[in-house]
């Protein structure tokens, strides 16, 4: 008891600001498996994505050409009801596994974030919505900077 | 110690529409130091939630293919003003970060 | 859709703009002259371009590219450095004096009338030297122009004390012109093993490709710094000239080097009249 509550201490004592930390967050689930996938099919299989449906229910926004593969912006709007998880891959990525978002109720399958792609690849995304896994992909050109640098 | 994270919210309706920023490096594992020529070790975000007055209404599991400062943008229902967003994050050192907004 | 130029012919044209430029003889084309005929030749090669999209770069002639540019500067990645820099600008000196104090305004809407020519020590005077001559007039140490994590935050927030402000660069006195003379040289002079001049990208092919370098005009080039490249690094203007001096195989000056200096008064005279942005985002 008194070792928990040191270590309590310890970790709220890390985190900036004057919150105190929900322990929920300390036990979220990751998927190493799905993460440390290497290839693309393995990376699908790994999420437990099957049967893929592609679906023009899923607005999937991403530049044409990347202007820096460090920071390409994304974002994803799902219409397919009851949409549960969205997953992000890009195929070529060292690890195409980028991010998986899970959406309790009330929360709108809607997200943008800004991902690293380490060269010209298809990005896809992976709803799985009431049960099924629809899908939607777009190829992302990424360039190495001329002169630029 | 890292910056606290930046969050900025607005509501249109009962829809509190989030945006945040943490800073954090984002680290791949696969980038070397210029200098000593040794790797960097992987150092990101592994598990992100957003809370609703305490109850969670997103989870996020990133890697270390999102960008360095990540940038995150979701929406929530049923938002009214005084409601409290709070977010929890933990990355693969187990360090933890976090912050709090209230919708106005 | 890209507003590229369509048409060779425009280029030929530019082309001999360009050599009419350089062949005048600098006596007879004042900066203003300068200023104007470099933004008839920028109007003429992008027809579609407002002059107010110029300090976007490259970014005016790509639609794709100004969309990523407008998203990150939503919720800008290196907020944290313009903050480091604000501690910097309003931490007190010893004497308890702050950067505040050495500027009109308290800094505020400042930074469009620099560079400019200092009559008593016959020198241009930047920003960034200003900022200096402030640490030195209150006895602190100078910063180092190259020191990102000094000069560089300090100028990332200071600067943005002056945007929406219109360039106004001015050349007034012989001895003034002399300077901003000095700068339009090097800015038209070939250096470096790859033997180009700063004019040969951004004058004579701005708006092509060099590799998959969108080059960008001359004009606006000098409102938008520093700049945070892959929205993690600073870059100042002068360590933005040291990069391309770099590129094309020459040995840099140094940051805040009377050269320098001379070439940042000429470039920041023809962006006179459009608002300044500091602290953005550039691939």
């Known amino acids: 008891m008194q070792r928990n509550r040191i270590r309590l201490a310890a970790l709220i004592g890390a985190v900036t600001g004057a919150i105190l930390l929900p322990l929920r967050a300390l036990a979220a689930q990751w998927n190493e498996k799905a993460f440390d996938e290497t290839r693309f099919p393995d990376a699908l299989k790994s999420v437990g994505a099957l049967d893929l449906v592609e679906s023009e229910q899923i607005e999937l926004k991403t530049p044409e050409i990347a202007e820096n593969g460090a920071i390409v912006p994304m974002q994803v709007t799902s219409n397919i009801p009851d949409t549960e998880k969205i997953h992000v891959f890009a195929e070529k990525n060292p690890q195409p596994l980028v991010a998986s978002f899970t959406f309790r109720k009330g929360t709108q399958p809607f997200f943008a974030t800004r991902i690293k792609m380490g060269e010209s690849a298809r990005v896809h995304v992976v709803v799985l919505a009431d049960g099924k896994y629809y899908t939607i992909s777009r190829d992302v050109k990424v360039t190495i900077g001329g002169c630029g640098e | ?104 | 859709m890209s507003r590229m130029p369509r048409h060779s012919k425009l280029l030929h044209q530019s082309a001999v703009a360009v050599l009419m430029l350089v062949c005048t003889a600098p006596a007879s084309a004042s900066p203003e002259e300068d200023r104007k005929a470099f933004m008839t030749l920028f109007s003429e090669r992008f027809p579609d371009v407002p002059p107010q999209d110029y300090i976007h770069g490259s970014m005016m002639l790509s639609e794709d590219a100004r969309a990523q540019y407008e998203s990150i500067m939503d919720f800008p990645p290196f907020q944290g450095d313009i903050d480091r820099g604000r501690a910097i600008w309003e931490k007190s000196f010893s004497n308890g004096k702050t950067f505040a104090d050495c500027f009109e305004n308290r800094g505020r809407n400042v930074a469009g009338r620099y560079p400019y020519y200092d009559n008593a020590s016959g020198h241009v005077v930047t920003f960034e030297m200003a900022l200096n001559q402030c640490l030195n007039a209150n006895n602190e140490a100078e910063f180092d122009y190259e020191d990102t994590r000094t000069m560089g935050v300090l100028t990332a927030y200071a600067r943005t004390l002056s945007d929406g402000m219109l360039m106004e660069v001015r050349v007034d006195t012989a001895a003034a012109r002399q300077k901003y003379e000095a700068g339009r040289a090097l800015y038209f002079q070939r250096i470096g093993q790859h033997n180009l001049a700063c004019a040969s990208c951004h004058l004579t092919h701005a708006g092509r490709y060099f590799r998959d370098e969108l080059l960008s005009p001359t004009i606006g080039q000098a409102l938008h710094f520093p700049v945070f490249r892959g929205g993690e690094f600073l870059f100042t203007l002068h360590m933005r000239y040291q990069r391309c001096m770099e590129a094309v195989r020459a040995v840099p000056f140094a940051a805040g080097s009377e050269e320098l200096n001379n070439l940042e008064y000429f470039h920041s005279y023809l962006s006179n009249g459009l608002p300044l942005k500091a602290s953005v985002y550039r691939r």
């Open chain 2, 1 to 104: 110690m890292a910056d606290p994270m930046r969050m900025r919210i607005t509501r249109k309706g009962d829809v509190a529409d989030v945006k945040m920023l943490i800073f954090h490096p984002m680290e791949t594992g696969y980038r070397k130091n210029t200098v000593t020529g040794e790797i960097v070790p992987k150092h990101f975000i592994k598990t992100l939630q957003a809370m609703h007055n305490g109850a969670t209404v997103l989870e996020v599991e990133w890697s270390r293919s999102v960008s360095r400062n990540p940038f995150l943008h979701f929406r929530v229902n049923g938002a009214q003003a005084g409601d409290k967003i709070t977010i929890a994050w933990q990355d693969n050192f187990e360090q933890t970060g976090g912050g709090e907004a209230v919708v106005k």
